[in-house]
């Protein structure tokens, strides 16, 4: 089982910068056997896959909308993956959400294939 907790979200300035990060508690296996990715869900929109990590084979996926903006990065000593995004815009405004599935390969995140989640943190990008 794996428990998932998100926090860093907030209301930041369009230009501006916020770091979330995800804390897995994992009770059997390891945490670098986990892909962790982070999904975003704006009201009336379907989810959507923002970046993963997958530390087990080095996989890095991102969005073309986080590109360039956003850096995913894992710390296995603490079981902790970050999401440090910057030059944020008010289309980024959303829901975030991490997510973790046991040896998923960061190719194209698809929120059907995670089995776990964490609650949900608000970004509010204003203009």
């Known amino acids: 089982d794996v428990q998932l907790q998100a926090s860093g979200g907030g209301l930041v300035q369009a230009g501006g910068s916020l770091r979330l990060s995800c804390e897995a508690s994992?009770?059997?296996?390891?945490?670098?056997?986990?892909?962790i990715a982070w999904f975003r869900q704006a009201p009336g929109k379907e989810r959507e896959g923002v970046a993963c990590?997958?530390?087990?084979?080095?996989?890095?996926y991102y969005a073309d909308s986080a590109k360039g903006r956003f850096t995913i990065s894992s710390d296995s000593a603490k079981s902790t993956v970050s999401l440090q995004m910057n030059s944020l815009k008010p289309e980024d405004t959303s829901v975030y959400y991490c997510?973790?599935?046991?040896?998923?390969?960061?190719?194209?995140?698809?929120?059907?294939?995670?089995?776990?989640w964490g609650q949900g943190t608000q970004v509010t990008v204003s203009s």
């Open positions: 997510s973790a599935d046991r040896w998923l390969r960061c190719i194209y995140p698809v929120a059907d294939e995670f089995d776990y």
């Open positions: 994992v009770s059997e296996y390891t945490f670098d056997e986990y892909a």
């Open positions: 990590i997958s530390t087990s084979d080095g996989g890095i």
